[in-house]
């Protein structure tokens, strides 16, 4: 099968951690990756911003990255590039018109409108996931929320003209419910986690205390590291190290790190507290493993990567239980839960946790066979095939056919 991705502001090529560097990129790089292995033809469309980027770039992975030009060849931030959908959508146009693929599948809400377009007029089904709804966004941030105005309008519009809506977890079903698509064009398929890096077995990053919590995530408010922070208070002989934003000689730019280096100071715990910055994937598997716990403490989150990259690791994982967390994390079993916002709750969850080095240890296996049977990239990618076929009838014969 021809498949073209579009993911217009989550390049798989870029550095993870940034402002709107994180999740949807792996998400889009892995599932590629996996599609390939699968013996399909998979292409990504991603805005170009930068004057130096190839035009195409082919990923030892196999797939193809096209940086497709549409508004200033520079970084511009996600909730800016709604007057530029228009250009990126004509140019997808124009690629399919020469090339069509069996079908496309959009990334975020602005690629659906890139992408609604382009299939609209070179008659080429389309499957969109939404990776994160306006209507939540704007439920959890009020008006913090930097989206465009109609981006709840648009995503109706969207949902209604994709062949099929994608969703990442249980959550997002009763979400897209509520914007009007029906329960039968949906279907659920999570985000995976690459089991060949992130496994127990490996280099150990070296720590500084008796207990070690780690969050990872883009330096943005949403995600909660307040909290964390907030919680640390209460845990003697314990270090919090932060992963995300800029490169560290950067973060003192960074104005959320600037707010939580304020309240870290603030609560007297600045010297228990590591910020840092932008790691590698290459190293990250050995800083979860010197975890005790990995604590993901968002207000909200539509899925989820680093619970399920912690698990894999044999880490157990003390998250909040808002969108795709309840689904990944098991209470009692993989990990515990706690309610958004509540430091306290959360101290009471880590210190249970940090005193039972058993418990930990059976966590941690626990999370690492629901992992292997769950969430590897084949078996995503597999998934995600079948919600394509949906959409290609003359696939789903040939596919019996076999």
């Known amino acids: 099968m ?30 590629s990756a996996a599609l390939v292995r699968a013996g399909h033809e998979v292409t990504v469309h991603t805005r170009r911003d930068s004057t130096r980027e190839p035009a195409e770039v082919r990923t030892p992975q196999g797939y193809r990255v096209v940086h497709v030009p549409a508004g200033p060849p520079c970084r511009v931030p996600k909730d800016e590039l709604l007057p530029h959908m228009g250009e990126f959508g004509s140019r997808l146009r124009d690629h399919w018109a020469a090339d069509r693929p ?35 966004k704007k439920r959890h941030q009020g008006f913090h929320d930097t989206s465009p105005a109609d981006r709840n309008r648009l995503e109706r519009i969207i949902a209604r003209q994709a062949g099929r809506v994608i969703a990442t977890c249980s959550d997002e079903v009763f979400e897209l419910s509520r914007l009007g698509v029906p329960r039968g064009r949906v279907s659920v398929v999570p985000c995976g986690v690459d089991l060949a890096r992130f496994t127990p077995r490996g280099p150990i990053a070296l720590r500084r205390a008796r207990h070690r919590l780690v969050a990872v995530g883009r330096l943005v408010p949403r995600k909660g590291f307040d909290t964390a922070i907030t919680a640390l208070a209460q845990l003697p002989d314990t270090e919090l190290v932060v992963v995300g934003g800029p490169e560290r000689g950067r973060l003192a730019q960074d104005p959320e790190a600037r707010r939580l280096r304020a309240l870290a100071d603030h ?14 994937r290459e190293n990250m598997p050995a800083l979860l493993r010197s975890a005790d716990v990995v604590v993901c403490t968002p207000w909200y989150e539509p899925f989820g990567i680093v619970p399920l990259e912690a698990m894999a690791c044999g880490v157990p994982v003390v998250a909040t239980a808002v969108g795709g967390l309840t689904d990944t994390v098991v209470e009692g079993i993989t990990g515990l839960l706690v309610r958004p916002n509540q430091p306290k709750e959360l101290v009471a969850r880590l210190r249970r946790l940090l005193g039972d080095v058993a418990l930990r240890h059976v966590y ?39």
């Open 102 to 136: 069996d079908v496309a599948h959009a990334h975020f809400w602005m690629s659906g409108l890139a992408t609604a377009l382009a299939a609209g007029e070179t008659g080429t089904p389309f499957a969109q996931t939404f990776h994160a709804l306006g209507v939540v």
């Open 364 to 402: 941690g296996a626990a999370g690492r066979d629901r992992a292997e049977v769950r969430y590897s990239w084949d078996r995503v990618a597999a998934d995600t095939l079948r919600a394509y076929l949906q959409l290609v009838p003359e696939r789903v014969e040939t596919a019996e056919a076999r």
């Open 2 to 31: 021809k498949i073209a991705m579009v993911s217009e502001h989550a390049n798989p090529l870029a550095a993870l951690g940034e402002a709107d560097a994180g999740g949807q990129n792996v998400h889009v790089a892995e599932l």
């Open 267 to 280: 609560l007297g715990v600045a010297r228990r507290v590591r910020f840092a910055g932008q790691v590698s």
